[in-house]
């Protein structure tokens, strides 16, 4: 079984620009939670999607945007990229939402805000 | 509102020796609790969870973890640790149909 996928792993971006990641989870998980891991913050909950609806929202700035489709994959999406964006974006799954089952996570995507 | 705290930045241990990485939580009602690891430039790997039942949970690679309600703490252990555990660990805690929430994480180190 294939496990998350996301794309791309690495990035370059200039502080303004906007950035979407992807990610596809394991088949047939239907809950989605992306989390920005930095060296000073640590892992922060970004937020989390069932069935293409927002269940649960993290403390980010609106900048910070994300979606999920019909097929379950998700995307998520900086715009005015600032440089204290640059991180690691983690992309996580599990069969369904809020259970007390556990996350399935993806190898993620370095972003670097220059 | 719901949170984890890992009180060391870093656990030093010799290989052999038991070890201990702390956390302890705060959420409103019943917790999940959840062990990660993470190794450079990798994703996290589940260790171990405890939902309800025995307090003292086994999980993957020899780890287990300890609930104790009254001090609010899921510390995780191993009786004998290898060099290749030197990783860093996350501890989790979520509440009904709230978010997976993570503590900042411990390095531990093992030496040979």
């Known amino acids: 079984k294939a496990g998350v996928t996301q794309t791309p792993r690495y990035l370059i971006k200039t502080r303004g620009q906007q950035v979407t990641l992807s990610c596809s989870p394991i088949?047939?998980?239907?809950?989605v939670s992306w989390y920005q891991q930095t060296p000073g913050q640590g892992l922060q909950f970004l937020f989390e999607?069932?069935?293409?609806?927002?269940?649960n929202k993290g403390n980010f700035p609106g900048r910070f945007s994300g979606r999920q489709f019909s097929n379950s994959r998700s995307e998520m999406n900086v715009s005015t990229l600032e440089l204290g964006d640059s991180a690691l974006y983690l992309c996580?799954?599990?069969?369904?939402?809020?259970?007390?089952?556990?996350?399935?996570f993806g190898e993620g995507s370095r972003l670097t805000v220059l | 509102a719901q949170s984890v705290a890992q009180p060391e930045d870093q656990v030093n241990v010799a290989e052999g020796n038991p070890l201990t990485v702390k956390c302890t939580y705060s959420v409103s009602g019943n917790p999940y609790l959840f062990w990660y690891v993470q190794y450079p430039n990798r994703g996290l790997q589940f260790l171990l969870k405890y939902i309800t039942g025995d307090n003292l949970v086994k999980g993957s690679y020899g780890f287990e973890a300890e609930f104790n309600k009254s001090q609010t703490s899921f510390h995780l252990k191993k009786p004998s640790a290898l060099v290749s555990d030197s990783a860093l660990y996350f501890c989790a805690v979520r509440g009904a149909g709230t978010a997976l929430i993570f503590g900042k994480g411990t390095t531990l180190s093992v030496s040979s």
């Open positions: 999607y069932f069935s293409e609806t927002q269940r």
């Open positions: 996580a799954s599990s069969l369904l939402a809020g259970d007390p089952g556990e996350l399935f």
């Open positions: 088949s047939g998980h239907r809950s």
